[in-house]
T-cell receptor, first 113, second 114 residues
Framework: DSGVTQTPKHLITATGQRVTLRCSPRSGDLSVYWYQQSLDQGLQFLIQYYNGEERAKGNILERFSAQQFPDLHSELNLSSLELGDSALYFC????????????FGPGTRLTVL | DQQVKQNSPSLSVQEGRISILNCDYTNSMFDYFLWYKKYPAEGPTFLISISSIKDKNEDGRFTVFLNKSAKHLSLHIVPSQPGDSAVYFCAASAGETSGSRLTFGEGTQLTVNP
């Protein structure tokens, strides 16, 4: 158990809908990262927050947004969903911002029908 | 542009022998490297890391070697155990340059046969 929790574990929705994925980092970790794992793209970095502030951005679509709250939990919002958004979404956390191991949650499997 | 590559999709070894997983990278800004193990339906689990100022790091049965001139790293598992069977991902970050985002390889499926 990495100490990172993600809810829900599975999510099935329809095209055009909006969903919110939730992540609670390990106790004491200030950085939260979101990654997407799809069949053809592997694990891809989406976005990083550190202590409530956006720190780094990857190839995150404009339809996707995230935030980190004062209690350090984070939410990833996916809107206008398309079939191609079906993937595993992982949250990871680390103590700092650089040269730190990232610890991953169990993931949320999103299926868009 | 695949900046981190694991050229072997799969590797099969006998229990008790050495497993060697390889990883190549192209981005010379990468200065911190990690290996993760992943079981189906679970998130990646951190195994071991190495900074670019070192060429070797050891933790129990796991040793990571870094050859900066060749832009190559490898993970050695000795002795291999059936419970090591999983997908292994190599990952790299560029420290301050990119806020420690990880760039992952495609993964290598390791199977350890009893």
């Amino acid at each position: 158990d990495s100490g990172v929790t993600q809810t829900p574990k599975h999510l099935i929705t329809a095209t055009g809908q909006r969903v919110t994925l939730r992540c609670s980092p390990r106790s004491g970790d200030l950085s939260v990262y979101w990654y997407q794992q799809s069949l053809d793209q592997g694990l891809q970095f989406l976005i990083q927050y550190y202590n409530g502030e956006e720190r780094a951005k990857g190839n995150i679509l404009e339809r996707f947004s995230a935030q980190q709250f004062p209690d350090l939990h984070s939410e990833l919002n996916l809107s206008s969903l398309e079939l191609g958004d079906s993937a595993l979404y992982f949250c990871a956390s680390s103590a700092g911002t650089v040269y730190n191991e990232q610890f991953f949650g169990p993931g949320t499997r999103l299926t868009v029908l | 542009d695949q900046q981190v590559k694991q050229n072997s999709p799969s590797l099969s070894v006998q229990e008790g022998r050495i497993s060697i997983l390889n990883c190549d990278y192209t981005n010379s800004m990468f200065d911190y490297f990690l290996w993760y193990k992943k079981y189906p339906a679970e998130g990646p689990t951190f195994l071991i890391s190495i900074s670019s100022i070192k060429d070797k790091n050891e933790d129990g049965r796991f040793t990571v070697f870094l050859n900066k001139s060749a832009k190559h790293l490898s993970l050695h598992i000795v002795p291999s155990q059936p419970g090591d069977s999983a997908v292994y991902f190599c990952a790299a970050s560029a420290g301050e340059t990119s806020g420690s985002r990880l760039t992952f390889g495609e993964g290598t499926q390791l199977t350890v046969n009893p």
